[in-house]
């Protein structure tokens, strides 16, 4: 798939690693459709990437309704969806139970999979009926690609991330079946498990933290950079072959315990 003159949607676009993907994409040649909360942000990416190749939508990714109105925008501002790149997500830390052994406020568990994984899966969702009815933009039939956004915490999820580990496994697991249920409609799935990325989120975090974090990678010997996973959906899209698979961008981490 060449990215030229196609159109992306970005969940979380205007922020951390989609902000960096939303800056990939937009150097490789295609028009990016921005989905997130943020409005004031919203205006000024829009701004930084090109009003005339750049759209911005709040978006909710668990609203059926407020998704499939950022969809037809998209389509009629720009016209076939080509890629679709889910970053919008949370990451909270809670211990399953605290200091007095209370258990953790379920809503808690339930916010953090209905963003993180539900709300992927209901964008994948109605962007798939959106690519299904298009022509193909090759010649081996390809339709369209969903990247979605897992985390190396899917496979190794830390102490306090149960909720986050869960969600991140779920958007894992939803990877193979995915891209079967729509393969024979030329739409490829695959998914990014990023490690310890230099992300607002991450960064936000204490400094001993950070240092921490980065220690337990292999080399190189530092946090990830958004736009390393950038240039990874750059790559997904260009590889057709590419298909099904869940690829961990975190130099060698194996994440500890704690």
Avoid: W
């Amino acid at each position: 798939m060449l990215l030229t003159n196609l159109t992306a949607i970005v969940t979380g676009g205007c922020s951390g690693l989609g902000h960096a993907t939303a800056i990939a994409l937009r150097e490789a040649g295609a028009k990016v459709s921005l989905f997130d909360l943020n409005e004031e942000q919203g205006a000024k990416r829009v701004e930084e990437l090109g009003k005339d190749k750049t759209l911005f939508t709040k978006v909710d990714v668990r609203d059926e309704a407020q998704v499939q109105a950022a969809i037809d925008a998209t389509t009629d501002t720009f016209g076939a969806i080509s890629l679709v790149v889910n970053c919008a997500g949370i990451a909270p830390a809670k211990r399953l139970l605290d200091r007095e052994a209370n258990p953790a406020p379920l809503g808690d568990f339930q916010t953090t999979i209905d963003i993180n994984l539900v709300g992927s899966f209901n964008v994948a969702r109605l962007v798939a009926a959106t690519m299904a009815k298009q022509s193909p933009i090759n010649d081996e039939g390809e339709r369209g690609l969903i990247i979605n956004t897992a985390s190396v915490a899917g496979y190794e999820g830390q102490i306090g991330q149960t909720a986050y580990a869960a969600s991140k496994g779920g958007i894992i697991g939803l990877t193979l079946p995915m891209a079967r249920d729509l393969a024979p409609l030329g739409i490829r799935v695959n998914t990014i498990a990023p490690g310890v990325m230099g992300t607002p989120m991450l960064l936000a975090m204490p400094e001993k933290v950070q240092e921490a974090l980065s220690a337990n990678v292999q080399f190189p010997k530092r946090l990830g950079l958004p736009e390393e996973f950038g240039k990874l959906v750059v790559h997904m899209a260009n590889n057709t072959y590419l298909n099904g698979e869940t690829i961990r961008l975190d130099g060698g981490l194996r994440m500890p315990p704690k």
